[in-house]
């Protein structure tokens, strides 16, 4: 029962949730974006990360999904490397 309302309505909450932070999913607000911000000053640009993942030092957070998104690479709290996919 729980598995076939999670088959159906899944998909409809991941488009809500990406629907919401799809919005501060911009190439504007990818373009405010700059090396050395800290990760509360990119949230406050474009909001929680989908995902973050921490690898010998470095953090990487990613916003959106392998379709259209934004993933930026933090090095002690700050940005190192960003770069951005479908983004309008």
Request: proline share 2%; glycine share 10%; charged share 20%.
């Amino acid at each position: 029962m729980v598995q076939s309302l999670l088959r159906i309505a899944g998909p409809a909450l991941l488009s809500l949730v990406l629907g919401a932070c799809g919005s501060q999913l911009s190439l504007e607000n990818y373009n405010k974006l700059k090396v050395g911000q800290s990760y509360e000053e990119v949230k406050q640009v474009i909001g929680d990360p989908a995902r973050c993942d921490e690898l010998l030092g470095v953090r990487t957070c990613v916003w959106g999904d392998e379709q259209r998104g934004i993933s930026v690479n933090f090095v002690a709290g700050q940005v190192l490397l960003l770069s951005a996919r479908n983004l309008k």
